[in-house]
């Protein structure tokens, strides 16, 4: 994909930042955010929000984040959020003009004013998976034969099965279930992270009920170089295992205030009249064919995919609002 999505996420935090009555500093914390591209993106849009906003890369991985400062000019976390945000000492996070990019291996030190976005996280994050054997629940686990990589079934604990009975009631022989506790510890950590604001998760989603009803390697699935992998017990380590995330289990932890398609977000953001502008760029310059010309082409196809119902529009955008706006 193009730079298209993050300028409409641009344009969002726009909104959102008139929002809470223009704060400044206005601190946006991208979880996951992986090489930076997203970031690099947004921050390309130039937002009206920009002397405010203080953008925050949090990545775990250390060999990201160094590939980070080649996409994008990076500060020290104390310039961008002050010592107590940078997790030093105390101190508030930084004023001042001009848009600041940081990146930090974890959340601020502080709770902040702002937004935090997590677009195609959760589905990474660990689950246990557990399947309905007659009217009992065993968990799905992972063991080392002689083929390599195997599942184990053991009955599931107590509070596994009943978690699986209440999320599952009417789940069939051999349906499955995953148990994202991870991800509905990573939801409250983000949301006590803000002190007013608003959680932005963009993910496949499904609820649980629904996914014990499908053939479970339809939501659990795998990915290597862009495209899709084997089963997840093949070669482990050299492919993504990723899972759809179940609404209701993160609503079990707080509830979304809203809850939509990615088509339908973009829309409410101003897509299509950035993809108008780009027609009409194609139109004026496709006779030179130039390489003005050929990115509002590009922009053309990648709005369209950004809104194939049965491709990336199809993500669901769940959005938590902290606080009083």
């Not at 105390?90 to 974890?106: C, I, K, V, Y």
């Not at 596994?160 to 349906?175: I, M, N, Q, S």
């Amino acid at each position: 994909m193009g730079p298209l999505f993050g300028a409409v996420v641009a344009r969002a935090l726009d909104e959102w930042w008139e929002g809470l009555g223009r704060p400044d500093p206005y601190i946006v914390v991208e979880a996951g955010a992986g090489t930076g591209t997203l970031a690099r993106d947004v921050l390309a849009a130039a937002p009206e929000c920009g002397p405010a906003l203080r953008y925050v890369l949090v990545e775990r991985s250390g060999a990201l984040r160094e590939r980070q400062a080649a996409r994008l000019p990076l500060e020290l976390p104390s310039l961008v959020l002050g010592p107590a945000g940078a997790g030093d000492e105390d101190g508030e996070a930084a004023h001042g003009s001009g848009q600041l990019a940081t990146s930090l291996a974890g959340f601020p030190g502080q709770r902040f004013t702002g937004v935090v976005l997590a677009n195609e996280l959760l589905d990474n994050l660990p689950f246990v998976l557990v399947e309905r054997r007659g009217h009992a629940w065993s968990e799905v686990r992972v063991g080392w034969g002689v083929g390599g990589a195997e599942e184990v079934l053991v009955p599931a604990a107590p509070d596994l099965a009943t978690e699986a009975e209440r999320l599952a009631p009417a789940a069939p022989e051999g349906g499955r279930v995953p148990l994202q506790h991870e991800a509905a510890r990573w939801l409250r950590g983000a949301v006590s992270a803000l002190e007013r604001g608003r959680l932005v998760v963009v993910d496949y989603a499904d609820a649980s009920a629904s996914l014990a009803a499908r053939p479970w390697l339809d939501w659990v699935r795998t990915y290597r170089g862009h495209s899709r992998g084997g089963h997840p017990l093949d070669d482990p380590g050299g492919q993504d295992v990723t899972c759809e995330v179940a609404v209701d289990q993160l609503a079990h932890s707080r509830v979304p205030d809203c809850d939509g398609s990615q088509a339908a977000f973009l829309a409410a953001h101003g897509i299509e009249e950035l993809a108008a502008a780009a027609r009409a760029g194609w139109q004026a310059g496709a006779a030179k064919g130039d390489l003005a010309a050929l990115r509002h082409k590009s922009r053309i196809g990648e709005a369209a995919a950004l809104l194939d119902p049965a491709g990336l529009g199809g993500f669901r955008v769940l959005e938590w609002v902290i606080g009083s706006l």
